[in-house]
């Protein structure tokens, strides 16, 4: 006989002989109960069904410790796939984890380790590793602990959903978020829905998971496109939730394309005295809107910005119609020689901002 066939038949004998006979599925303890003083140094408590590792520096001194195979069925909502063991003394904490290696009696999907802090609270899903039919988990404290199929969980294969950047009015091609029942146990029916400050630019066109109960492992798709209304960086959020199941929650991010546009992007002044002016450079600031932007505001920014001058233009102060334009004049007047560089921004709201590079040598 194969080695891993003796260690199956020995975990399997180990899983019915910490169960009693007359439990469906023989999840009902044996009502028995071991004790070993553990120390400072550590050491090892075992009842059939599960092991108990106190390593050294857990205890500061020597404390009798007990582990009793309960009667006691798992609490409602779990699908349990051992006894509930008894840890004792109830609420005693340790400076270090142990660890409990428990026998699953019946597989479950997902099996994971519930784990009280005292027998009077609820239980904390503390995760496990599973080999051979044994579900190994760590914890700082006592009392009550046993082995279940993990609660419903849902999940979502993306944090963040960002649309890059889109005219305004213009729907986005469609972007798709999954999500995973990572739990052992079915969700609740998912519910779908969008919220936050531009939630209404943000549009379901999509799912499967609306009203679904998404079995153990179980995935399913949402679907989504973004339209902003107007320019600017817009942000809302997709809440995906189901009781049991929890929330997920995934933000979504997208840029509506400014309404205004700037020509020429850049202008080149050439070398100019310094001390001089140089000939106007004119911008042409044109709104793209359906409708009328804000009133502009005109700056020159940049490490140069004061060996450059508005010197004239309509757009400084002004609501551009639908469809309409209007100038930004700049000089360039250098103070010293050497390159010289800066930006011209046009900003609206609505309308967005806009800008164009300035150029020129000091000559």
């Known amino acids: 006989m194969s080695r891993s066939a003796v260690v199956l038949q ?25 004790t070993e003083t553990i120390g400072a140094s550590g050491g090892m408590v075992s009842l059939p069904g599960l092991d108990l590792v106190i390593p050294a ?18 609490p409602e909502g779990y699908t349990a796939a051992s006894p509930v063991y008894q840890l004792g003394p109830d609420g ?24 009280s802090k005292a027998s009077a609270s609820g239980f904390d899903d503390v995760g496990g590793t599973v080999e051979t039919g044994v579900i190994t988990a760590s914890n700082t404290h006592f009392s009550q602990v046993f082995a279940a199929a993990a609660p419903p ?3 979502s294969a993306s944090a963040v959903v960002d649309f890059g950047t889109i005219g ?8 798709m978020v999954t999500v995973t029942n990572t739990g052992g146990e079915t969700t609740g029916p998912v519910t779908v829905g969008l919220s936050g400050t531009d939630a209404a630019m943000f549009h379901v066109a999509s799912t499967t998971c609306a009203s679904v109960a998404l079995a153990a492992g179980e995935a399913c798709i ?8 107007s320019s600017g960086i817009k942000g809302a959020s997709l809440d995906i939730a189901a009781a049991p199941g929890g929330t997920v929650t995934v933000a979504l991010t997208g840029m509506g394309a400014p309404d205004l ?23 042409i600031v044109t709104n793209t809107s359906p409708t009328a932007s804000g009133l502009l505001a005109v700056v020159i920014e940049g490490a ?6 508005i010197t004239a233009g309509t757009c400084a102060g002004a609501s551009v119609a639908a469809g309409g334009t209007c100038t930004v004049s700049v000089k360039f007047n250098p103070s010293t020689t050497g390159s010289k560089t800066a930006t011209v921004t046009v900003t609206g709201n609505p309308g967005g901002v806009v800008h164009g590079a300035l150029v020129g040598v000091g000559g």
């Open 261 to 283: 546009t700037l020509s020429p992007q850049a202008f080149d002044f050439g070398q100019v005295p310094s001390g001089g002016m140089s000939s106007t450079g004119d911008f």
């Open 222 to 229: 949402v679907n989504l496109t973004f339209t902003p209304a």
């Open 168 to 175: 305004v009015a213009t729907t986005s091609q469609g972007s």
């Open 92 to 115: 005693l904490t340790f400076a270090v984890p142990v660890a409990v290696r428990i026998a699953l009696v019946d597989q479950v999907e997902h099996p994971t380790v519930l784990w």
């Open 57 to 74: 520096g857990a205890l500061p001194a020597r404390v009798p410790i007990s582990i009793t195979s309960t009667k006691m069925t798992a």
């Open 304 to 309: 140069d910005a004061g060996e450059f001058t």
């Open 10 to 34: 020995v975990v399997v004998a180990l899983a019915l002989a910490g169960c009693g006979d007359d439990a469906p599925g023989g999840l009902i303890g044996t009502g028995k109960t071991v």
């Open 153 to 155: 969980k849902l999940q």
